[in-house]
């Protein structure tokens, strides 16, 4: 079946580092959604891709999707402790289904 | 906007006992519903597609008879674990998409410890 594979798995950095996480699906995607949930909380929807190539911006977020529609980054520039968390992208199939990767936990040291 | 609630929060429970878990829509009309289920420190695991008026579709793996599903009203979906056990204990969590957008909303889970 379909799957969507994240890594790292973990990343530990400096604050004022920068910090990225890739996403690579076994197929096709007709978008792919960007997702944050802290520790003890749920995912809270950070962002949404659909076209082939696109990246859009967040601040200090920078969010990019592949030409072949198949992977996808986040990239946080010069991390801060607020970005402390895990970072999950959700590949969304034509069934509508989203199928979540395992996730990226940051831990920024300050 | 895109408000979604569960309740309740927290639960724990008997072994042998039914556990039920509301997720509503507060701010919208959500035409699909979703249930995850999330271990420690693991991803989420979609358990069940729950459309309005019918039936749920169930992911491969999720009994349906253990795990009811009922989506009686555009803002509100119920999830009812059966005969819980301690391996039901997890972190529940729903998610409510808005009309025909992608986007899913999720509820704050709701965590079931099962004694």
């Known amino acids: 079946g379909q799957q969507v594979m994240q890594i790292p798995q973990y990343q530990h950095v400096q604050e004022g580092e920068d910090f990225t996480t890739y996403c690579n699906s076994s197929?096709?995607?007709?978008?792919i959604q960007w997702y944050k949930q802290r520790p003890g909380g749920h995912p809270v929807f950070l962002i949404q891709l659909v076209k082939s190539g696109e990246v859009k911006k967040q601040k200090r977020l920078t969010f990019q999707f592949g030409e072949a529609k198949k992977n996808s980054s986040l990239h946080i520039t010069a991390t801060q402790t607020t970005d402390v968390g895990t970072y999950f992208c959700?590949?969304?199939?034509?069934?509508?289904?989203?199928?979540f990767g395992q996730g990226t936990t940051l831990q920024v040291k300050p | 906007g895109a408000v979604v609630s569960q309740h309740p929060s927290r639960v724990i429970c008997k072994s042998g006992t039914s556990v039920k878990i509301e997720c509503r829509s507060l701010?919208?009309?959500?035409?699909?519903m979703f249930w995850y289920r999330q271990f420690p420190k693991k991803s989420l695991m979609l358990m069940a597609t729950?459309?309005?008026?019918?039936?749920?579709?169930?992911e491969q793996g999720v009994e349906k008879d253990k795990f009811l599903i009922n989506h009686a009203s555009l803002t509100l979906s119920t999830l009812t674990v059966t005969s819980a056990h301690p391996e039901d204990s997890s972190f529940y969590i729903c998610?409510?998409?808005?009309?025909?957008?992608?986007?899913?909303?999720f509820g704050p889970g709701t965590r079931l410890t099962v004694l």
């Open positions: 701010d919208f009309q959500a035409t699909t």
């Open positions: 998610s409510a998409r808005m009309g025909h957008t992608d986007t899913q909303y």
């Open positions: 197929t096709t995607l007709s978008n």
């Open positions: 729950s459309n309005e008026g019918s039936k749920a579709t169930y």
């Open positions: 959700a590949g969304s199939s034509n069934t509508g289904k989203l199928i």
